[in-house]
Nanobody, 121 residues
């Protein structure tokens, strides 16, 4: 069974940091570009960041550039999202997703169940 499990979400104050992890089971991430998405209450799901299969290429939504960093450790079958300088508008459920592609995260093949991130004082 192909499965992605996110962890690391929680409640943090504005300006704080969190590191999300996404661990794969039942398949290897070596053949997948990996993305992080988020969905805030009442809003559509949006792409946050994407990392290529090799890890050599990354991209970010304008709203998180300079604050978030995506990375991957294929040996551990895990992808990470380091989130710094968090803002209340970053509050959302964060999902990781795997796409069979060199570098595109547009049409994921596997989704995680999501982890809640709440930024509030």
């Amino acid at each position: 069974q192909l499965q992605l499990v996110e962890s690391g979400g929680g409640l943090v104050q504005p300006g704080g940091s969190l590191r999300l992890s996404c661990a794969a089971s039942g398949f290897t991430l070596d053949y997948y570009a990996m993305g992080w998405f988020r969905q805030a209450p009442g809003k559509e799901r949006e792409g946050v960041s994407c990392i290529s299969r090799s890890g050599g290429s990354t991209n970010y939504a304008d709203s998180v550039k300079g604050r978030f960093t995506i990375s991957r450790d294929n040996a551990k079958n895990t992808v990470y999202l380091q989130m710094n300088s968090l803002k209340p508008e970053d509050t959302a459920v964060y999902y990781c997703a795997a796409t069979i592609s060199l570098s595109s995260c547009l049409r994921p093949d596997v989704w995680g169940q999501g982890t809640q991130v709440t930024v509030s004082s």
